[in-house]
């Protein structure tokens, strides 16, 4: 029993180490490395039967056509054989693509999650120093979540985000960034728009979640990236003007309007 359990334990860390991203990303290089050998030995074999086949004027000529045949028989099997690597690799990619969108979306809203989405706005800021673009970020509030769920309970709060989240989606272009920052946090990035034009649209959302029979109210602060700004700092901005509509109307965050 002393000594099996080792071997339990290395096994699991085995089998645990072969379930990470990046374990699954070498293992698709692996199995492309393959493909790629069995590939070549496919067209040595051709060639060793191509030079068999042409040895008709020797005395073992049937042998050489026979191993000549041989030869492209094993042939064929190594490029089936990568073809059946490379799927396999592709299938591997294609999992771990998967398996990555679930771990970085928000299972109740399909916001991204958070450090998956402040990557994000990491890889917009480069985009906008590279190109000039503008970007304008959204750090939003929604109003009541913590006074809805006491009084109706947490799926009456879910509910009431999943609404939100949809509808500032539909309101966004497909290709917005929306992150879930916590609790009833988001922030939404968006490129090549001016701060008024994102002041509009969220004021319409407002307009639209006040109008609506569910109700529903969110409180928003907006930035607009500035020269030399990190990500950081442009958050802080938004949010900045966020505590400063709190502060100015205190029962924002105690009951919905």
């Known amino acids: 029993m002393s000594e099996s359990q080792p071997a339990r ?3 699991a860390a085995a089998l645990r180490r072969e379930q990470t991203p990046q374990s699954r990303l070498d293992a698709a290089d692996r199995r492309d ?3 790629n050998a ?3 030995a496919a067209q040595a074999r051709d060639r060793i039967a191509d030079g068999r086949h042409i040895a008709v004027n020797v005395d073992d000529a049937a042998d050489q056509h026979a191993l000549a045949i041989e030869d492209q028989r094993r042939a064929a099997q190594d490029r089936e054989q990568a073809a059946r690597e490379r799927l396999f690799a592709l299938v591997d990619r294609e999992l771990l693509a998967y398996q990555l969108a679930i771990a970085e979306t928000d299972p109740l809203t399909g916001a991204r999650m958070r450090a998956a989405g402040l990557l994000d706005l990491d890889r917009e800021l480069d985009r906008c120093r590279r190109t000039g673009g503008s970007l ?3 750090y939003l509030d929604v109003v009541g979540l913590k006074t809805l769920n006491d009084a109706q309970g947490h799926g009456a709060g879910d509910d009431l985000l999943r609404g939100i989240v949809s509808l500032i989606r539909d309101s966004l272009r497909s290709y917005d960034l929306i992150v879930r920052l916590g609790g009833d946090e988001f922030l939404c990035a968006m490129s090549d728009t001016s701060l008024a034009e994102v002041r509009a649209r ?3 959302i407002a307009a639209t979640l006040a109008a609506a029979p569910a109700g529903g109210a969110i409180s928003t602060g907006f930035a607009e990236l500035a020269d030399g700004e990190t990500a950081a700092q442009l958050i802080a901005r938004a949010d900045s003007e966020l505590m ?4 100015a109307n205190p029962d924002s965050r105690r009951a919905l309007d």
């Open 9 to 11: 334990e290395r096994a």
């Open 33 to 35: 490395v393959i493909a």
């Open 38 to 40: 069995r590939d070549r």
């Open 136 to 138: 304008v970020v959204a």
């Open 202 to 204: 969220f004021a319409a």
């Open 244 to 247: 400063h509509i709190r502060r």
